[in-house]
């Protein structure tokens, strides 16, 4: 089974920049699609953005577009959410997440990582 770790949570005032990590173990992320999923307070996990096994692919909610960008490395079997021009709505708990292949239904992915934090100010 695939392990996944996430870093790079903390906090940044509105319209600043933070860079999430999803560090992989056990499997290769090369035969995954990745997912970035997020949980504010009171609401329900959202779908943020995912990328296909290849990076050929990619899909993201409304609220983020422009914004965030998913890359991977699997050299590392590390995958990254860079966050610009972050809103205090972006505040929550982020989580990555693989799947079988690219799709925005939390329940469709098979491996989650255990969350970090990510709070804007403004």
């Known amino acids: 089974q695939v392990q996944l770790i996430e870093s790079g949570g903390g906090s940044v005032q509105a319209g600043g920049s933070l860079r999430l990590s999803c560090a992989a173990s056990?499997?290769?992320?090369?035969?995954?699609?990745m997912g970035w999923f997020r949980q504010a307070p009171g609401l329900d996990r959202e779908f943020v953005g995912a990328?296909?096994?290849?990076?050929?692919?990619?899909y993201y909610a409304d609220s983020v577009k422009g914004r965030f960008a998913i890359s991977r490395d699997n050299a590392k079997n590390t995958v990254y959410l860079q966050m610009n021009s972050l809103k205090p709505e972006d505040t929550a708990v982020y989580y990555c997440?693989?799947?079988?292949?690219?799709?925005?239904?939390?329940?469709?992915?098979?491996?989650w990582g255990q969350g970090t934090q990510v709070t804007v100010s403004s």
């Open positions: 997440a693989a799947a079988p292949s690219l799709t925005t239904t939390r329940g469709w992915y098979q491996y």
């Open positions: 056990g499997r290769t992320i090369r035969n995954y699609a």
């Open positions: 990328m296909s096994w290849s990076g050929g692919s990619t």
